[in-house]
């Protein structure tokens, strides 16, 4: 995973709440096999419409995405994620987060930020007034900064600190070996095995 | 103090514990389907790791499989290539694989239970966010995305937050002709697609206890649609019952082992949750969504809600656009509402009894002109059953179209979908903007109202059907 320490960009302000993981990337985009190439389905259905935040000239390139609470909520597709980063995005601050969504991204390195509905209606009309205006996402201090806004926000130090790494968990919990083989010893006869093996 | 059901299957599962870290927990059972997992064998395969434990993983055929001509290469590319692509790792890493044609294909969450895998204390996990359905067992349940999978896959374990106990008690009795879906579509709509979030909810009370092992998966099945982390029901009788004899269930002295253990998992009378919600199910009536997100749901006999009724902006905005999407007015009736098509199936609405139910309702009659049906079992093993009890020749001769197991128009990843601007009672889980189809349009309901619903051309339950003649009255 690629280490995330802090970002600076311009925001895309989307003002919805329960953005959806089928908004965010369609489901006729999940028969791909690969974790790229997912850039032209995110929110497909709303870019169809030219007036669609994303499709407006003054917000092109913008790198953090500022949307309404219960964001990524419904299905667990990590695509919803991949396809985010692969259109570009960095962060996505909202005030609340689906649960498997918020892991996903904080697994491949799309920083999710939450911050109260007040500072994320700031953050929007800063980007709706003057759309270059950047915005740092800085994850060492934890502190979101836009030209009068300054906020921080929490994050619990054991993501913070694989994030800051980029470390993988697969090697990191690979290191338990011993503590696995241990535990499964003691797992109880009856329970369920699909096969034998 | 005492424990929660969910703290106890938790802290069974502990691998490693360390202060300000997640827990490492063992995960029981891993199921896999075509669409979450290619990715996560690619990454194996990348990083030269084996399936630590095949023993514990299964998969199935689900997403992508048609409901027609399953006989017949699938006419999809892209569809073919992600079940070839499931075959192959399958094969190349040994776990076992339940293909399209299969007598145990079907939807996963279908497929685990009535295997007898799933069972009461333990963690089941799947790239699904509808893996909640397996608490209704009593396991812990949890979706996960396609890095998890991996992990899984690799470690036969995953790392996990801590998570917040919320009880959603129901007491009393559901009145005639109200089922465990409305139930828990009234539930979403009360506490909210976010309210959940970060919980793990156990549904309590009496109204849950007199449930069916089925409709209390229909409960856990949709605890996701509150943003919960899982949903769990304690097990007792009903639970080891549907279980005895099954082809995984435990047998002889382990069986007995197994209910001793399983005795033990119900929440300590002394044990506190962090949020209660408290539910009188002589109240409910047939439930009916008529917006976008689960949660925008209200009674049949209501009508569509005026968005300036709502207190908070955000609610009041997104009330807007879903009406706006779903082409309704505020004030209009629900029971006006007319669709274009009906799905019975999928993982939350999709075993034997949802298809009884659907059955009963539309035996001998005919469904309205113009209104197209579809009946999906949610495996063959339903499908077989279900034909052995006539229900298929129910719904073909009420004009209905009887198909092959999977998921279906729940999520139209297979050509069973809406089209633009198309009307369906589905009960299904999720009613979000082109969730069956591009421009398609969701209410989400249950068998019961689907079937009545299907025969009367708008919505309506079973007991608006007095008007409907069956061919002996006519």
Redesign the interface.
């Known amino acids: 995973m690629e280490a995330f320490t802090t970002h600076t960009g311009r925001a895309v302000p989307l003002r919805r709440s329960n953005v959806d993981t089928d908004q965010i990337i369609p489901a006729h985009w999940l028969k791909k096999v690969t974790r790229d190439g997912f850039e032209d389905g995110l929110f497909e259905s709303w870019r169809r419409d030219p007036e669609f935040v994303l499709n407006q000239e003054a917000h092109r390139g913008a790198t953090v995405l500022v949307a309404g609470p219960d964001f990524g909520t419904g299905s667990s597709r990590e695509h919803a994620v991949w396809a985010l980063q692969n259109y570009g995005f960095k962060a996505v601050i909202s005030p609340r987060f689906a649960d498997i969504f918020r892991g996903n991204s904080l697994k491949n390195g799309l920083l999710t930020v939450v911050l109260p509905a007040a500072t994320v209606e700031a953050l929007w009309e800063l980007a709706e007034r003057e759309p270059g205006s950047e915005v740092t996402v800085d994850l060492v201090a934890r502190r979101v900064t836009a030209p009068g806004i300054e906020a921080d926000f929490d994050l619990d130090e054991n993501a913070r600190w694989r994030l800051l790494e980029g470390l993988d968990d697969i090697s990191l919990t690979l290191r338990e070996e011993a503590a696995i083989a241990d535990f499964e010893s003691r797992r109880p006869v009856y329970k369920p095995r699909t096969q034998a093996v | 103090m005492g424990r929660t059901l969910a703290e106890k299957v938790w802290d069974d599962h502990v691998?490693?514990r360390a202060e300000?870290?997640?827990d490492?927990l063992?995960i029981?059972?891993h199921l896999l389907h075509e669409?979450?997992s290619?990715?996560a064998f690619?990454g194996l395969r990348k990083?030269g790791?084996r399936v630590r434990r095949?023993?514990?993983?299964?998969a199935t055929e689900d997403?992508?499989t048609p409901t027609l001509d399953i006989d017949k290469p699938i006419a999809?590319p892209?569809?073919r290539?992600?079940l070839e692509?499931l075959r192959k790792n399958c094969g190349e890493f040994?776990v076992?694989l339940h293909p399209l044609g299969d007598t145990e294909q079907g939807v996963v969450h279908v497929v685990g239970p009535q295997l007898?895998?799933t069972?009461p204390g333990?963690t089941v996990v799947c790239?699904?966010?509808h893996?909640s359905t397996h608490g209704a067992f009593g396991a812990l349940a949890f979706?996960?995305?396609?890095?998890?999978v991996?992990?899984v896959l690799?470690?036969?374990?995953l790392?996990m937050?801590p998570f917040r106990t919320m009880a959603v008690t129901v007491n009393g009795e559901l009145p005639e002709g109200v089922t465990a879906k409305d139930l828990i579509l009234a539930i979403i709509a009360r506490i909210g697609?976010?309210g959940g979030?970060?919980y793990v909810i156990e549904y309590r009370g009496e109204a849950i206890e007199r449930l069916s092992m089925e409709a209390r998966m229909t409960i856990c099945n949709m605890s996701?649609?509150a943003?919960a982390?899982a949903g769990m029901i304690a097990p007792d009788e009903t639970t080891f019952a549907y279980l005895e004899g099954r082809d995984?269930?435990?047998e002889g002295a382990?069986?007995d082992?197994?209910v001793a253990?399983w005795r033990t998992l119900r929440t300590d009378e002394d044990a506190a949750f962090d949020h209660e919600v408290v539910i009188d199910a002589a109240e409910l009536a047939p439930f009916v969504t008529w917006g976008?997100?689960p949660g925008q749901g209200a009674p049949l006999t209501a009508s569509v809600p005026d968005p300036r009724s709502f207190a908070d902006p955000?609610?009041r905005?997104?009330a807007e656009?879903a009406l706006e999407y779903m082409g309704l007015a505020p004030g209009q009736r629900l029971r006006e509402i007319a669709v274009d098509t009906v799905f019975v199936g999928s993982c939350t609405n999709g075993r034997i009894e949802d298809l009884r139910s659907a059955a009963e309702v539309l035996r001998g009659r005919r469904i309205a002109e113009g209104v197209r049906m579809l009946v999906v079992p949610g495996s063959v093993r339903v499908a077989l059953q279900a034909v052995d009890e006539g229900l298929d020749r129910v719904f073909t001769e009420a004009g209905a179209e009887w198909r092959h197991a999977g998921c279906s128009m729940c999520?139209?990843?297979n050509p069973d979908q809406l089209s633009p601007g198309e009307r369906c009672a589905s009960t299904s889980n999720?009613n979000?903007?082109?969730?069956q189809g591009?421009g398609g349009r969701t209410h989400l309901v249950s068998p019961q109202v689907a079937a009545a619903t299907a025969l009367t051309g708008h919505l309506a339950s079973p007991a608006d059907l007095a008007d409907v003649p069956t061919p002996a009255e006519v």
């Open positions: 691998v490693r300000g870290e997640p490492l063992y029981d059972l669409v979450t290619p990715q690619d990083s790791r095949t023993d514990l993983t299964l997403h992508n999809d892209v569809s290539t992600q692509t040994g076992r007898g895998l069972q333990t790239g699904d966010s893996t979706g996960i995305g396609t890095s998890q991996e992990h690799a470690t036969q374990t790392p937050a697609t976010g979030q970060g996701i649609e943003g982390r995984h269930a435990p382990d069986w082992a197994a253990y976008t997100n955000g609610d905005v997104a656009k999520l139209g990843m999720r979000f903007e082109g969730r591009k």
